[in-house]
């Protein structure tokens, strides 16, 4: 079960999602607007936010952007009637997980509540060999000190460490970089992210291709911003972007 904050402001959709998530047993509260939700302790506790894209007041892209600046761990499901590349790009960008088209089954809802629920389940203690990312500061951490990274990096790891297997297709890559990337040049920025993990990690290959298909990252990603004030000096290596 999941506490889940559902943001929508057309009724009948609203009250229809409510229920069969109720159904589906996860703990479900409502509003209307951002405006609404703002300030509710059904809303600081939520383990998953649903929202409309096209809110009333505060748009859903706006309150996307502040929800992951204030929770790095929140699950967010954008809904909308857009199918814009650009804007589901944008949507993703804001920090939605999951961009979700309008009108969409009550089954891909579940579906996609149940990923979030793999994602959000308790972490087992920092193991030594874990790959800790600090979104704040762009850094990767890791047994042998801590690089610095890109926008792009990080944004990257951030992707893998939440994606089924660790894996994730060069479509997918691209849609981080925008519509101007190509496969050259993906290939050049994995390569470059590849030496930077290998100086701070121990074993082999930190992130491998699949032939035909993308990348798997084979190390564990642990997101935080906290102080890694104990860690071994940064390692500076490169422009990134």
């Not at 009637?81 to 309008?102: F, W």
């Not at 793999?118 to 801590?146: C, H, N, S, Y």
């Amino acid at each position: 079960m999941l506490k889940v904050t559902l943001i929508e402001d057309n009724m009948l959709l609203r009250e229809t999602m409510e229920e069969f998530l109720s159904a589906e047993g996860h703990d479900v509260s409502c509003f209307a607007s951002a405006e609404e939700a703002a300030g509710s302790a059904a809303l600081q506790s939520a383990q998953v936010v649903v929202l409309d894209l096209n809110l009333p007041g505060e748009n859903g892209i706006s309150l996307a952007r502040r929800l992951r600046q204030a929770r790095p761990d929140l699950g967010i499901v954008m809904l909308t009637a857009r199918t814009d590349p650009a804007q589901r790009q944008q949507g993703y960008e804001s920090g939605a997980d999951i961009y979700l088209t309008k009108p969409s089954s009550p089954g891909e809802l579940a579906a996609a509540l149940r990923s979030l629920a793999r994602r959000l389940a308790p972490v087992p203690a920092q193991a030594d060999e874990d790959l800790r990312i600090d979104t704040a500061r762009l850094l990767a951490i890791g047994p042998g000190g801590r690089v610095t990274l890109s926008a792009f990096e990080t944004d990257l790891l951030r992707q893998f460490g939440r994606a089924d297997d660790r894996r994730l297709s060069f479509a997918e890559i691209a849609a981080l970089e925008g519509s101007s990337a190509n496969r050259g040049a993906l290939d050049v920025r994995i390569t470059r992210l590849r030496k930077k993990l290998a100086q701070i990690m121990r074993g082999g290959n930190p992130i491998v291709a699949i032939r035909g298909t993308g990348y798997q990252l084979t190390l564990r990603v642990v997101e935080g911003g906290g102080p890694f004030a104990a860690e071994p000096g940064t390692v500076r290596s490169g422009s990134g972007d």
